[in-house]
């Protein structure tokens, strides 16, 4: 198996519900890795792997709603479809909040996890995809001088007042080191103007990151 291999986690306190799983999927040509709780996910996910989480709703420890608001917190390229033998309305409405891609109450037919666990492939593909760009963005903002974060913190504040004298005023620095500063920011940060900028920085920013400024 390998990366590109389609990768689905089960996280699930009934071993019969492991183990038909984990047999199923894998003759479908998944990956799967199954774990008896939450904290043995955690102890052996990386957080670096885009793939599908089948997540039991009630177990003992963390529930499958803490576990999923822990994994959002922390930015995973995750899908998560919920599967539950006692979950209400509440809990689904929160899971699916939350964005999970469906909650499925056991017994469920095999077709149908499957179709959840291919939607949930793509999106988890979508985020890990969008994780790395934000994380590429995010590397051109940690060059930059502690100086430079501050005319640009500058510029973002005030988009009326970014001439390099009114910026040298504010700051108590000349326009002609402004202007030194100003073209190593947009070398750095590989843009050609203020408008660029400011995209680059809602692009960080929306994808749920926030620049070092």
Do not use: W
């Not at 479908?28 to 774990?35: C, D, P």
């Not at 479809?81 to 929160?94: D, I, L, R």
């Amino acid at each position: 198996m390998t990366d590109r291999t389609p990768m689905v986690f089960i996280v699930d306190d009934d071993q019969d519900i492991r183990t038909s799983l984990t047999r199923a999927l894998g003759q479908r040509g998944f990956e799967v890795a199954a774990y008896a709780s939450a904290k043995a996910f955690l102890a052996a996910y990386d957080g670096t792997r885009a793939a599908c989480l089948v997540l039991d709703y009630g177990m003992p420890e963390m529930t499958g709603l803490e576990l999923q608001a822990l994994l959002n917190r922390q930015d995973n390229p995750l899908a998560v479809v919920f599967v539950t033998g006692h979950g209400g309305v509440p809990e689904s409405v929160q899971a699916m909040k939350a964005g999970a891609v469906d909650f499925l109450e056991k017994p469920f037919r095999q077709s149908v996890l499957i179709e959840r666990i291919e939607t949930a492939l793509e999106l988890a593909e979508a985020k890990r995809a969008a994780r790395a760009t934000r994380q590429g963005i995010q590397a051109r903002f940690d060059r930059l001088t502690a100086r430079e974060e501050e005319i640009v913190a500058r510029m973002l504040d005030n988009p009326a007042e970014v001439s390099s004298k009114e910026i040298g005023n504010f700051l108590g620095i000349s326009p002609r080191t402004v202007d030194h500063h100003r073209a190593r920011i947009l070398e750095k940060l590989e843009v050609r103007s203020l408008v660029e900028l400011v995209d680059l920085v809602a692009r960080l920013k929306n994808g749920g990151g926030q620049a070092g400024l």
